[in-house]
């Protein structure tokens, strides 16, 4: 992914051996522009069962099971998942299994998993998963078969929903197994010796097909991997020289209970055929990788953050072809995640939950930003308000918040922790304090170190979440922190009230009283219904607003950044400076501006460095960062390639600057080197020219001097620029963008005569063009910006007719973008739920109730904003709310219904429940005894959660003889 620099990225060093080559390569010639996948089957791990340590196999007939490994269950209370490894050749295993102290062994039948190829030995891991078991109990087993078993190992199932326990997390191992990862495994189990297990933020290994490091790794776990459960998340060098992640798959048993293709997937088109593909090949690769377990009142949460080294292992053998309109399956990947992660954590029966996977929201090493994993799934933890985000990938510690869960405290936040940590020895730079990706997105570093490893305890009770990093090893002496080895280099606490208060708070500061603010967890045990989804109206547009505020001479080339949604137009009056206005989508604000040195002739923002690149009059080309911070500071500086330079692209996945030249020609590059690598003659009357990163198409459109004359053209880069199809369109075609997610192309006409300037809209799909050449959408328009998440395209419009920019909207169903969410309310409190959609024309608003145990929505009168006052009362537990947005296109009426939300009335007690008892989710009161954060030890928090056969009573003494009776708000779900 991108870096967020702040210097130019290629030295001017470079600038004579470019134009060279570009100069060289300008003849007109045509040059051709320069997988498959299976599923493994569900396997495990195993961990050393010799008195002599971890062996590897040497010998397909071997039958001494190795590598004996412990993976939870969605419930591991009742259940218990084993793996173990032997020769190829044994195909029969068993565990042994019973209570600690009984005499009585019970069996059960392993799978056998696929052969594999481990350091030339053929091998396989063999799997189980008991249930039944007992929970809080100590259990002895031992695996294996007749011929050859393991030792006796012992392990204890989880108890119940508030019991304390404590768990290890691990950054990145991956380097250096034997010699420098065991020692800190080591110091963490002697640090937290009652840790349950550990959870594994990926990169256990350096190259996942190396059984070597394997040995290394599960040697290092060698002791506790037999008696402690291993959660873990798969990084990106899990993949390699292991695509399809066989032996991940075959090490780690996991629940098959994470991401499945949405049955609504459908549809006859070509695009629509290949999202059902991916999406179904998608939720087989997913398996074991992104999953949860429950346990002790804590949902953990894997999830497979990789993309890129993912390709074989999410495309599918049978891959239906497509060419427009088609799916970014590294996009639906996270999407397919995000809408699982979204629900698993909206019905999390739990008090607290925890995510672990391995490229971070917020990354925290030099040239790092994970731009798509953010705006996938931040929204969503931050949403939901997810305790813990534990991630590794950067190779560095950093630890922190999102801004907006801050509070007037100092030292105290309200919403999710997001931590980067390793452990291994391998380091990367820290970005700089004062600008780096968590200050340029609206987040806090609270901790960061380098050249540091660490490991942490975790320590969860009923109430509080303790959180310890420890100083490990500092292996290059260039180590960033003055903290020694074994100190703690961060620590905090999290505080939850079952009021629904929150509190996040660093070493030495109060925690804040329940009462002492307002409820911002989502409650448990909520069912909660998901929004529609958006009908299918007309294709159609209108202009939905203007923009005043851009001050160019000529308002010419635009872009679009599909993240922040602002909107860039650059200036292309001849002897201007080519001054570039980054403009507020909101307001129509221009809130910042930089400047190129000459008239701009094209402008295309990419987000592999986020930023814009830029083709500048005098045969110059450059890019420019875009974020805030570092507002046009060039990423490369102007080049002067020597030839006139109309407009150009880069493609991502190939690598690729591609540029269109006046004389007709478009050129393509390799984007590091800048040597060309080919060239095609398209045409001189050559003018606007975007591509399609996915399928790699090339839309360029031709000034055509008459009316239904050919002004776009699509070719296949990877085809060797074959001519897919080719569109006539009204005369002067210019700009042009596309929106992929609908298949369109949006082509603006530089005429200023009447009838004939506007734009046009090709629908690729229903191959039909419909020209917008009314007043209100422009005279002259030489710049076309579109913003395909929210369906709008941005006209520049020189002759500044009707103003110098033009807002479009493609006619939409209103769409969901915020739902509101489940809430606790104290009796008499004001709760507040919000939602939002997107749809054009604009919708309005209507709120609705559903009482408990209805099924029938009731319209809330007055209620038609976008946040809707509810006055808690306990007539009013367990209400849900929703909002409905409504618009109306070409006479029809669409509503769409954001999800549900519930009410949730604080410490609601049942009418005629004795006093004392109540619903399991209404709460009482409970204050932690120790109210400041730090520490390794917590104090009692309270008693135990009712069982629910016994739904009793639970007596704590507060003093000399008081006594109080307190609800758990919830048991551990099933």
């Not at 997988?35 to 010799?50: G, I």
């Not at 427009?324 to 698993?344: E, G, K």
């Not at 009731?858 to 038609?864: C, H, M, N, R, V």
Request: aromatic share 8%.
């Amino acid at each position: 992914m991108g870096s967020p620099r702040t210097t130019s990225r290629r030295p001017l060093r470079a600038v004579a051996a470019i134009a060279t080559a570009l100069v060289a390569g300008v003849a007109p010639l045509s040059v051709a522009a320069t997988a498959s996948a299976s599923t493994s089957t569900t396997t495990a791990p195993r961990a050393s069962v010799t008195p002599a340590g971890l062996l590897a196999a040497t010998d397909a007939g071997q039958a001494a099971p190795e590598r004996v490994i412990l993976t939870p269950p969605e419930h591991p209370d009742t259940e218990q998942s084993f793996t173990w490894r032997t020769g190829a050749n044994v195909t029969d295993g068993q565990v042994s299994i019973r209570k600690a102290g009984d005499t009585t062994w019970r069996t059960a039948t392993a799978r056998a998993n696929e052969q594999l190829e481990s350091a030339g030995v053929p091998t396989r891991t063999h799997s189980v998963t008991v249930d039944g078991l007992t929970p809080g109990t100590e259990y002895e087993y031992f695996v294996g078969n007749g011929a050859a078993v393991s030792h006796t190992y012992r392990f204890s199932t989880a108890g119940k929903a508030g019991d304390p326990f404590t768990f290890i997390y691990f950054g990145d191992a991956q380097n250096d197994l034997a010699e420098k990862w065991t020692p800190v495994v080591k110091q963490a189990f002697d640090a937290f010796p009652d840790a349950v297990g550990t959870v594994n933020a990926g990169d256990l290994v350096n190259t996942g097909g190396n059984d070597g490091e394997w040995t290394e790794w599960f040697g290092a776990m060698d002791g506790y991997s037999q008696s402690r459960n291993v959660i873990a998340a798969p990084g990106n060098h899990e993949y390699g020289g292991d695509a399809f992640l066989k032996v991940w798959k075959s090490n780690f048993e996991y629940d098959a209970n994470g991401p499945k293709a949405d049955p609504a997937t459908g549809g006859t088109s070509e695009g629509e055929l290949q999202k059902a593909a991916y999406e179904k090949q998608m939720a087989k690769a997913l398996e074991e990788t992104a999953y949860y377990t429950d346990y002790q009142g804590v949902r953990f949460i894997s999830l497979n953050a990789s993309r890129e080294q993912a390709v074989e292992l999410m495309t599918p053998t049978d891959l239906p072809p497509c060419h427009i309109a088609c799916p970014n399956p590294s996009a639906l990947w996270l999407d397919m995640q995000s809408r699982w992660l979204d629900s698993v954590l909206a019905n999390n029966p739990n008090k607290w939950a925890v995510a672990v996977f391995h490229q971070p929201v917020f990354s925290t090493a030099e040239g790092r930003d994970e731009v798509d994993v953010r705006e996938s799934w931040l929204p969503v933890f931050q949403r939901n308000d997810i305790d813990l985000v534990l991630m590794g990938h950067d190779h560095t510690y950093g630890r922190g918040f999102v801004n907006a869960d801050a509070t007037d405290t100092p030292g105290v936040t309200t919403g999710p922790v997001y931590t980067v940590t390793v452990s291994g020895p391998k380091y990367y730079e820290l970005q700089p304090e004062d600008d780096n990706v968590w200050t340029q997105n609206g987040a806090t570093m609270v901790t960061r170190a380098g050249h540091t490893s660490t490991f942490q305890g975790i320590t969860v009770t009923d109430d509080q979440i303790r959180y310890e990093s420890i100083v490990a090893a500092k292996w290059d002496g260039e180590s960033t922190t003055d903290k020694e080895v074994g100190d703690t280099l961060d620590a905090f606490t999290i505080t939850k009230y079952d009021n629904g208060e929150k509190y996040v708070t660093e070493d030495g500061v109060a925690i804040p009283a329940e009462g002492s603010g307002e409820s911002t967890t989502v409650p448990p045990n909520t069912t909660e219904e998901p929004a529609g989804e958006p009908a299918d109206v007309p294709l159609g547009h209108q202009v939905i607003g203007t923009f005043t505020s851009p001050t160019a001479a000529e308002p010419g080339p635009t872009t679009v950044n599909p993240s922040t949604h602002v909107v860039y137009v650059a200036d292309q009056a001849s002897g201007s400076k080519g001054t570039v206005q980054a403009i507020d989508p909101v307001t129509g604000e221009v809130v910042d501006q930089f400047d190129v040195g000459a008239p701009v002739r094209d402008l295309a923002y990419d987000a592999t460095f986020n930023g814009v690149l830029v083709a500048i009059e005098g045969g110059k080309i450059a890019s420019y960062l875009t974020n805030p911070a570092v507002f046009g500071t060039p990423y490369i500086e102007p080049i002067p390639v020597g030839v006139p330079v109309r407009s150009l692209q880069y493609e991502g996945p190939t690598g690729l600057v591609f540029m269109g030249l006046d004389n007709g020609t478009i050129m393509w590059l390799d984007a590091e080197g800048f040597d060309v690598k080919g060239t095609f003659a398209a045409g001189s009357n050559l003018r606007g020219m975007r591509i399609d990163d996915v399928t790699g198409v090339l839309y360029a459109t031709f000034d055509n001097p008459d009316d239904d004359s050919v002004g776009l053209r699509l070719y296949e880069t990877r085809n060797g620029m074959n001519l897919l199809k080719e569109y006539t369109l009204d005369r002067s075609a210019g700009a042009v963008d596309i929106d992929m997610e609908k298949g369109l192309a949006y082509v603006g006409h530089t005429s200023t005569e009447a009838g004939h300037g506007g734009l046009s809209v090709v629908d690729l799909i229903g191959d039909t063009v419909t020209h917008y050449a009314g007043d209100e959408f422009g005279g002259a328009v030489s710049g076309v910006g579109v913003d395909a998440g929210k369906g709008i395209a941005y006209l520049a419009s020189t002759a500044k007719s009707p103003a110098p920019a033009i807002v479009v909207g493609r006619q939409q169903a209103p769409r969901i973008t915020a739902s509101p969410v489940a809430q606790y309310g104290e009796t008499g409190s004001t709760v507040t739920f919000s939602a939002a959609a997107l749809g054009i024309p604009a919708p309005t608003v209507a709120w609705e109730s559903r009482t408990a145990g209805s099924s029938t929505w009731a319209p809330i009168a007055g209620a038609t904003g976008t946040s809707l006052e509810v006055v808690a009362s306990d007539a009013l537990h367990k209400t849900q709310y929703r909002a409905v947005f409504t618009n109306t296109i070409e006479g029809v009426a669409y509503s769409t219904d954001s999800a549900t939300a519930t009410l949730v009335i604080a410490g609601y007690v049942e009418p005629g429940t004795p006093e004392g008892e109540g619903d399991g989710d209404g709460t009482g009161t409970t204050t932690p005894a120790d109210t400041t954060a730090g520490g390794k030890t917590l104090a009692a928090t309270g008693t135990e959660p009712f069982l629910p056969v016994l739904a009793g009573l639970a007596l704590m003494l507060l003093g000399a003889g008081a006594a109080l009776y307190r609800q758990r708000r919830r048991e551990q779900s099933r």
